[in-house]
């Protein structure tokens, strides 16, 4: 998640749900890690996954798996703790060998925890050291509608990513493509239409701090972000903003 700040102490509640280089699946037997259909008792994919980590490897003997999330603590994986149901895509089987697919399953979290900064999990029918290791490199999603609720001026990275950024005087500045964490407070990097030297069409970007001197405010239901920026400050600050500078602190 992103917390704007409002204030000049440091905080670390960057939180953005990136995607981390976990290791492939082991070849193992199509039979072992087979991603059967979702029994009748589990629910039907729903429309709002979001991917949160990734299966690192086996922990204990009992076929518990640690998952590599894509936010520390503090900074959104709670999201796998508060989930009951996480969703798997990941290979059926050996490429190569009869049956073998991609796909994507829920499987049932029989109980998750805490442990040496990762989050372990005992999985609905996974019960053996081997299986779990095998599962290594499959990508956990779970439903938005499952994150735990921000209080105050915090967001989900994944709710500020394509909202449409406005400054006060009703110009459109372009659109949410990424944050950015620079240490000291989170970064809005906002791409927009733009043209090279020569003319032809290229993508702009603009850095805004996510602070209050700059972001007014965030309406999440009309997707619109409203900030303190003129254009003319983009080639002023492009290097600044990433920095924790701007106008406001020159």
């Known amino acids: 998640m992103a917390q704007k700040d409002t204030a000049d102490t440091p905080k670390q509640d960057f939180g953005a749900f990136r995607r981390k280089s976990v290791a492939p699946s082991l070849p193992v037997d199509a039979a072992a890690v087979a991603l059967a259909p979702n029994p009748a008792s589990l629910p039907d994919m729903p429309d709002d996954l979001v991917e949160i ?12 798996v640690r998952i590599f999330a894509h936010a520390g603590p503090g900074q959104g994986y709670e999201s796998l703790l508060a989930a009951k149901i996480w969703w798997l895509e990941g290979p059926r089987g050996t490429p190569g060998k009869p049956g073998a697919q991609a796909g994507i399953r829920a499987v049932r979290v029989v109980q998750s925890r805490l442990h040496s900064g990762t989050v372990v999990a005992q999985l609905e029918g996974i019960t053996d050291r081997d299986i779990a290791q095998a599962m290594r490199g499959q990508r956990v999603s779970i439903s938005r509608a499952s994150f735990p609720a921000l209080t105050g001026d915090e967001y ?13 005087k009703g110009e459109a500045l372009g659109v ?11 970064v809005l990097r906002v791409e927009f239409a733009s043209s090279n030297r020569k003319g032809e069409p290229a993508t702009g970007e603009r850095m805004i ?6 972001v007014k405010s965030v309406d999440l239901a009309t ?5 303190e920026w003129d254009p003319a400050w983009d ?16």
Do not use: C, M
């Not at 949410?176 to 964490?181: K, Q």
């Open 53 to 64: 980590g990734a299966i690192g490897e086996a922990y204990g003997i009992k076929g518990w």
């Open 156 to 168: 989900y990275w994944v709710d500020l990513q394509g909202l449409d950024v406005l400054n006060e």
């Open 176 to 186: 949410v493509a990424d944050l950015i964490d620079n240490g000291v407070h989170s």
């Open 209 to 214: 701090p996510f602070v209050d001197a700059y």
């Open 223 to 227: 997707r619109k972000v409203v900030v």
């Open 235 to 250: 080639l002023e600050t492009a290097s600044d903003a990433a920095d924790g500078d701007g106008p406001h602190n020159q």
